[in-house]
């Protein structure tokens, strides 16, 4: 089950929008490029990802092409555009995790800290139950305080720290795993 012809509207909200409330929809391709700007400043400026290059925007194409059950790609938009995206995605290839969900939220720089992350990542969560997946799984780089309490508030609970498991911007980077049952 996809997200398609969806569209979602957040009822608490910090800020207000020329354009109203925030929308969080499924990602098309008109999308990619904000996608792959707002990825390229995490890429850059951030441990919040391991990639060291930005990745070509068929990387892109392809994550919201995708129709297995389970893999979504979420937008949010505020009066300016896109501003956000959270996506799932498998968490390995073997058939034995075919529900569980790798999860993964961004925000840009210049939103964040006004709760998109939680909206977008609230709709994420909801879709992977309605797909009936059993556990999605965040590895969130450490530090980063604002990633683990986002996951924390919406019910993730640290199951092991991987150190040392990444190098970049030239130091060793430790990884945090969380995991929520989506069943409960």
Wanted: hydrophobic share 45%.
């Amino acid at each position: 089950m996809t997200a398609a012809g969806r569209s979602f509207t957040g009822h608490r909200w910090g800020r207000q929008y020329a354009s109203g409330m925030p929308l969080v929809r499924p990602a098309s391709p008109a999308d990619v490029v904000a996608i792959a700007r707002i990825y390229g400043a995490a890429v850059h400026t951030s441990v919040a990802t391991f990639d060291l290059t930005d990745p070509p925007n068929i990387y892109w194409e392809r994550k919201i092409a995708s129709d297995e059950c389970g893999d979504h790609v979420l937008v949010i938009e505020d009066g300016t555009g896109v501003v956000g995206f959270a996506y799932s995605a498998a968490f390995r290839p073997r058939p034995a995790y075919a529900q569980t969900r790798e999860t993964s939220v961004y925000v840009a720089p210049e939103a964040v800290g006004v709760g998109l992350g939680s909206l977008i990542y609230l709709q994420l969560l909801s879709l992977l139950r309605e797909d009936g997946m059993h556990l999605a799984v965040a590895v969130i780089a450490q530090p980063n305080p604002a990633s683990v309490a986002l996951h924390e508030k919406l019910g993730f609970e640290l199951v092991g720290t991987l150190q040392e498991v990444g190098r970049k911007f030239d130091r060793w980077v430790d990884t945090g795993w969380y995991q929520l049952p989506l069943e409960r």
